[in-house]
């Protein structure tokens, strides 16, 4: 069997450091890259495993959670997302019902925090059409007309009605630009 003469250059998928590799399907420069994408996918895969656990627990407790007319205050702050320290403050400035079942049995009304968590509809605002401009062509330059009247690059032109948002419209080949605000911006100048 013969010796490969091909030096192909690539870059480490696991380091970035440029190597050159002795055949198309090699990704890494050496065996310890090699090892340490190993244990990272073989670590990925078990953090995605345990995030699902967790998440198949949580939806669990969260369903037996819904069914009950109290709760504790650390299944509130799981099912709403609020802190401990915000459902003792509710429950000293008495907003919520509690009862006390003794030492660290506290429950809280789950339908009062409902009550006082639910998403409150905001009024949207009216989404205001863009104004469509109707310049006739009396009334607009062209780009080059610009250029030439104000002694200006067309690139300097472009740049100007680019930064200030000048409205353009386009006519065949030719962009037309209101006169008005032209004069405006390089009467300025």
């Known amino acids: 069997m013969g010796i490969s003469k091909l030096k192909i250059p690539k870059i480490c998928e696991q380091c970035g450091k440029p190597f050159e590799s002795k055949t198309v399907v090699t990704r890494f420069c050496s065996p310890i890259c090699v090892n340490k ?9 078990k953090d995605v495993e345990c995030k699902q656990s967790i998440l198949e627990q949580s939806t669990n407790q969260i369903a037996q959670i819904q069914t009950r007319p109290y709760i504790s205050i650390t299944e509130a702050t799981v099912l709403f997302g609020i802190s401990k320290d915000t459902i003792r403050r509710l429950i000293k ?7 006390n079942l003794g030492q660290r049995l506290t429950r809280v009304s789950r339908l009062h925090i409902e009550a006082m968590f639910t998403a409150v509809p905001l009024l949207e605002e009216p989404k205001e059409q863009p104004i469509k401009l109707k310049y006739e062509p009396g009334e607009c330059y062209t780009i080059a007309d610009v250029s030439e009247k104000f002694g200006v690059s067309l690139s300097t032109v472009s740049n100007t009605i680019r930064r200030n948002s000048i409205p353009k419209r386009q006519v065949g080949r030719f962009a037309y630009v209101p006169k008005e605000q032209i004069d405006r911006i390089f009467s300025n100048r």
């Open 93 to 99: 400035a008495e907003k919520i019902s509690a009862v």
């Open 37 to 45: 994408s190993g244990k990272e996918k073989k670590r990925e895969a």
